[in-house]
């Protein structure tokens, strides 16, 4: 059974960096997948953030592009998202997800289908 845990939000002002990271778990080989984080702002719907696949392809959400860097190690079984110069909009709670059989290009499929871990919260405010 695949399980996933994030660690690594909090607070921070505006401009400031956070790293998150996910340990996902169960995994059984190292057949294609798709993982990245998915955030919830407060009444809004699930987005996707960032989305790495098995083979390295990255996929950011336009808001993120050039602050954001998503990274994995599979032989540690870690996923990690490098965030800078953040903004009171990137105020959510952050879920590590994971679909198994898809390449970032079906990154959607993290929220529609994905497994997802507790969530961490992210603020940033003055």
């Known amino acids: 059974q695949v399980q996933l845990v994030e660690s690594g939000g909090g607070s921070v002002q505006p401009g400031g960096s956070l790293t998150l990271s996910c340990v996902i778990s169960?995994?059984?080989?190292?057949?294609?997948?798709?993982s990245g984080w998915v955030r919830q702002v407060l009444g809004k719907q699930l987005e996707v953030v960032a989305a790495i696949d098995t083979l390295g392809g990255t996929k950011y959400a336009d808001s993120v592009k050039g602050r954001f860097t998503i990274s994995q190690d599979i032989s540690k079984n870690t996923l990690n998202l490098q965030m800078d110069n953040l903004e009171p909009d990137d105020t959510a709670m952050y879920y590590c997800a994971t679909m198994p059989g898809v390449s970032v290009i079906a990154a959607q499929a993290l929220v529609d289908y994905g497994l997802r871990g507790q969530g961490t919260q992210v603020t940033v405010a003055s």
């Open positions: 169960g995994y059984s080989d190292t057949s294609n997948r798709c």
